[in-house]
């Protein structure tokens, strides 16, 4: 186990980087779980996770030591439970700051937390809310983005990573770096108040917001038009007139 530290920000500011871990959000969370004292902002980062988790019971794989894989302590408790979207949205637009700087146009939030390169999944995010009360007391903001790395596993269809679609290799410090810092930003903007400007850019930046695409819902493919997400996270689809609400799994993109 390795500390270091991001300086001039509370998050990154206490950055524990470990070789090998089952999951950096399992972590944190055996770590809250026993009132371990952390700080708020501590970082997780592993070059290796075992047992890396996604959305929906679904694994994270990554190959060991070319890409981003961490978790992030937050104590948002301004935050009343029902608005916890609100905190997708704000990792979701820092982690898309970020990329565009390096990628330029083209870098999208797929609903509800998938970062898009183009047509392809560049990264993930998982967050996980310990809720006490009516308010959120911790979360842990699980992040892995494909870095480094060129060759994916045959079941990790559509997926690319930085180096395949720049074709250089990135400093993954370098980079932590700028992600915590934008995240910083991003998390401060929500806490300030300006949920107006959030929702904004996050529907300014959602993946095929506004264009006739193919979604699978209730086990039938249908085309559709993405017109919004509703204040408690969910999508909003217009299909033949009418306007449809979805949670999460509930309804698939259809490449
Ligand atoms: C998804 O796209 O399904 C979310 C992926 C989240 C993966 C990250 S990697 C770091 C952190 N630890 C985990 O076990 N998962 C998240």
């Known amino acids: 186990m390795q500390n270091n530290t991001f300086s ?21 969370k055996d770590a809250v779980s026993k009132s371990t004292p952390l700080m708020d902002g501590t970082v997780i980062m592993a070059d290796r996770q075992f047992a890396g988790r996604g959305q929906s019971a679904n694994s994270w794989q990554s190959e060991a030591g070319k890409n981003l894989t961490f978790s992030i302590l937050l104590n948002p408790s301004f935050l ?25 146009p083209g870098v999208y939030i797929k609903w509800p937390n998938d970062i898009y390169i183009n047509t392809k999944k560049v990264g993930g995010i998982l967050i996980e809310n310990i809720i006490q009360g009516t308010k959120i007391k911790y979360a842990i903001i699980g992040i892995g983005l ?16 930085l180096k395949q679609v720049l074709h250089q290799d990135y400093h993954l410090m370098g980079l932590l770096g700028e992600i915590c810092s934008a995240i910083e930003a991003r998390y401060l903007q929500l806490k300030s108040g300006s949920l107006k400007k959030i929702n904004e850019e996050y529907l ?22 993405i017109i919004g997400i509703t ?9 033949e007139g009418q306007i449809k609400y979805f949670n999460n799994k509930e309804i698939e993109f259809i490449n």
């Open 204 to 225: 300014n930046r959602l993946y095929l917001k506004g264009e006739i695409a193919s979604f699978k819902f209730n086990g039938r493919i249908e085309k559709g038009k």
């Open 80 to 104: 009343p439970v029902e608005s916890q979207f609100d905190l997708n949205k704000a990792i979701s637009i820092a982690l898309n700051d970020v990329l565009r700087n390096h990628v330029g």
């Open 146 to 161: 494909n870095v480094n790395q060129v060759n994916f596993a045959d079941n990790l269809k559509n997926v690319t990573s």
């Open 8 to 28: 001039g920000l509370f998050v990154g500011h206490n950055l524990i980087t470990l070789k090998d871990v089952d999951s950096t959000n399992t972590f944190l």
């Open 231 to 239: 204040e408690i996270g969910q999508l909003i689809l217009e299909t």
